[in-house]
């Protein structure tokens, strides 16, 4: 586990009544998904593959929808590719084994999306009712996913369709807009949860330009005229009308974000990891008509060597993702390793050892591993977060943690790795304060995304 999902872990398995208080305070955007999360803990058991196990499953059916999407507009080739090459996209790999509601998010707009698709073919009251309670499930479990709604929009409206469609879709689009909205409203009261995210990284941006140079190509490349008019034209409605439904999707709800950053930063991939959708689906009908394009040129007896550099091809485009796709099977791939946190205190702390987080947000490394500082006493900690309705729960003020500190000899402190930014709160001052000038460090260990020290009075370790 690493934190976000320790977050997951220890809400889920709060009372019912104790996750709904929470969401007053904190968290309320995932509140949906804690409380499916909680009812699945019930039936499942409290285990990493109960945790995940929803994600793996939502983005299999993910990879499905991409390729009836891709099937119904354009081919089963596209639909076929789309699929696979969703499934191999780092970013889909890596959110497709996190306990978190995104890939879950992603699902529900795969579905949408194709809803959307078939509502356009065949408008009913049946069918937009059906996308836009698919959009509302989405924006529940996270209030970002109705980000694909002017994507949607933006679709239709490059489609040129009667303006019939363009109302059905527009009260779909309301009615949904309307059914977050407190959501939406709840969760801003609680935005300073956030106020970590930065500006993207200039390796962020390299990916957002990169992502959407390749689905820019893509889509020049499949709706590019065919040698042979007569059979472009036969397939060109169909990729026309994916090219119009994913380059959207794609650009959209991230340009969005990036937009909304320039007041709050609030971009972070896993909040438009539905994006990849659209990658995915652009990708599978580029090499369709690239498909398409090297049997016209080859002769009769050439098909079954086309093959054969279709499949080297897609060999090589998967062993060349071997490496990262093996990388993110590691607890390397996280921020932080909450497991092998929790097991360096085992191996430092005794009975008479208090433990401090720093900063007290870090607390949530110790509470999904509860039985490992078990005996430990948490020294700033005033209130626990269920009592708290918190994540963290709340700590004394300043000069009571300078007096509980001073009233143990060995402290087991966790902290982030060195580098990190120091929190100015005089709560977070007074804890290093003591530490510098009354202790000494007797033993410090380096786990990933954070460190574990073992402080002393000084001839005490």
Same mark, same amino acid.
């Not at 380059?247 to 709050?264: E, N, Q, R």
């Not at 948490?378 to 729960?393: I, V």
């Given at each position: 586990?690493?934190?976000?999902?320790?977050?997951?872990?220890?809400?889920?398995?709060?009372?019912?009544?104790?996750?709904?208080?929470?969401?007053?305070?904190? $968290?309320?955007?995932?509140?949906?998904?804690?409380?499916?999360?909680?009812?699945?803990?019930?039936?499942?058991?409290?285990?990493?593959?109960?945790?995940?196990?929803?994600?793996?499953?939502?983005?299999?059916?993910?990879?499905?929808?991409?390729?009836?999407?891709?099937?119904?507009?354009?081919?089963?080739?596209?639909?076929?590719?789309?699929?696979?090459?969703?499934?191999?996209?780092?970013?889909?790999?890596?959110?497709?084994?996190?306990?978190?509601?995104?890939?879950?998010?992603?699902?529900?707009?795969?579905?949408?999306?194709?809803?959307?698709?078939?509502?356009?073919?065949?408008?009913?009251?049946?069918?937009?009712?059906?996308?836009?309670?698919?959009?509302?499930?989405?924006?529940?479990?996270?209030?970002?996913?109705?980000?694909?709604?002017?994507?949607?929009?933006?679709?239709?409206?490059?489609?040129?369709?009667?303006?019939?469609?363009?109302?059905?879709?527009?009260?779909?689009?309301?009615?949904?807009?309307?059914?977050?909205?407190?959501?939406?409203?709840?969760?801003?009261?609680?935005?300073?949860?956030?106020?970590?995210?930065?500006?993207?990284?200039?390796?962020?941006?390299?990916?957002?330009?990169?992502?959407?140079?390749?689905?820019?190509?893509?889509?020049?490349?499949?709706?590019? /005229?065919?040698?042979?008019?007569?059979? $472009?034209?036969?397939?060109?409605?169909?990729?026309?009308?994916?090219?119009?439904?994913?380059?959207?999707?794609?650009?959209?709800?991230?340009?969005?974000?990036?937009?909304?950053?320039?007041?709050?930063?609030?971009?972070?991939?896993?909040?438009?990891?539905?994006?990849?959708?659209?990658?995915?689906?652009?990708?599978?009908?580029?090499?369709?008509?690239?498909?398409?394009?090297?049997?016209?040129?080859?002769?009769?007896?050439?098909?079954?060597?086309?093959?054969?550099?279709?499949?080297?091809?897609?060999?090589?485009?998967?062993?060349?993702?071997?490496?990262?796709?093996?990388?993110?099977?590691? /607890?390397?791939?996280?921020?932080?390793?909450?497991? #092998?946190?929790?097991?360096?205190?085992?191996?430092?702390?005794?009975?008479?050892?208090?433990?401090?987080?720093?900063?007290?947000?870090?607390?949530?490394?110790?509470?999904?591993?509860?039985? $490992?500082?078990?005996?430990?006493?948490?020294? #700033?900690?005033?209130?626990?977060?269920?009592?708290?309705?918190?994540?963290?729960?709340?700590?004394?003020?300043?000069?009571?943690?300078?007096?509980?500190?001073?009233?143990? $000899?060995?402290?087991?402190?966790?902290?982030?790795?060195?580098?990190?930014?120091?929190?100015?709160?005089?709560?977070?001052?007074?804890?290093?304060?003591?530490?510098?000038?009354?202790?000494?460090?007797?033993?410090?260990?380096?786990?990933?995304?954070?460190?574990?020290?073992?402080?002393?009075?000084?001839?005490?370790?």
């Amino acid at each position: 586990m690493w934190r976000d999902e320790s977050v997951t872990y220890q809400v889920a398995h709060r009372s019912l009544s104790e996750i709904w208080h929470l969401l007053g305070n904190a $968290d309320a955007v995932h509140g949906l998904y804690y409380f499916f999360m909680h009812a699945l803990f019930a039936v499942g058991g409290d285990s990493l593959v109960t945790l995940r196990l929803p994600s793996v499953l939502a983005t299999s059916v993910s990879a499905f929808l991409v390729a009836s999407t891709g099937s119904r507009l354009v081919g089963p080739r596209t639909g076929l590719i789309g699929g696979l090459a969703f499934a191999l996209l780092p970013t889909v790999q890596m959110y497709a084994q996190e306990g978190r509601s995104y890939a879950m998010v992603c699902t529900l707009i795969a579905l949408s999306t194709f809803l959307l698709v078939g509502a356009v073919d065949n408008s009913s009251r049946r069918r937009w009712t059906a996308y836009a309670l698919t959009v509302v499930a989405a924006g529940w479990l996270h209030e970002f996913a109705v980000l694909a709604l002017p994507a949607h929009g933006l679709t239709l409206y490059l489609a040129r369709l009667p303006r019939a469609l363009m109302r059905s879709w527009a009260v779909a689009a309301g009615l949904s807009v309307a059914a977050v909205a407190p959501l939406a409203l709840r969760s801003t009261d609680q935005s300073g949860q956030v106020s970590w995210i930065g500006w993207p990284h200039p390796g962020e941006w390299l990916v957002i330009a990169a992502v959407t140079l390749v689905g820019v190509l893509c889509a020049g490349y499949a709706t590019k /005229p065919a040698a042979e008019p007569a059979t $472009d034209t036969r397939a060109r409605a169909g990729v026309l009308r994916l090219v119009r439904l994913t380059l959207p999707l794609l650009i959209t709800p991230t340009a969005t974000l990036l937009l909304a950053s320039l007041h709050d930063p609030m971009y972070l991939d896993r909040y438009v990891l539905y994006s990849q959708l659209a990658l995915a689906l652009l990708i599978g009908v580029a090499v369709d008509r690239l498909w398409d394009a090297a049997g016209r040129t080859a002769r009769p007896a050439a098909s079954r060597s086309r093959a054969v550099v279709f499949g080297i091809a897609a060999a090589g485009a998967a062993a060349a993702l071997l490496p990262v796709t093996l990388q993110m099977r590691t /607890p390397d791939s996280r921020k932080d390793n909450v497991t #092998a946190i929790a097991a360096q205190v085992q191996t430092m702390a005794s009975d008479d050892t208090g433990v401090l987080f720093m900063p007290s947000r870090r607390r949530e490394w110790a509470l999904s591993h509860p039985d $490992d500082f078990r005996g430990l006493t948490d020294l #700033a900690l005033q209130r626990g977060p269920r009592a708290d309705n918190t994540l963290e729960g709340t700590e004394f003020s300043a000069d009571r943690i300078r007096v509980r500190l001073r009233a143990f $000899d060995r402290i087991v402190a966790l902290t982030d790795p060195p580098g990190q930014p120091e929190d100015a709160f005089p709560e977070e001052a007074v804890k290093r304060d003591v530490l510098r000038q009354e202790f000494v460090v007797c033993r410090r260990v380096q786990a990933k995304g954070g460190q574990v020290t073992l402080y002393a009075r000084p001839g005490r370790c």
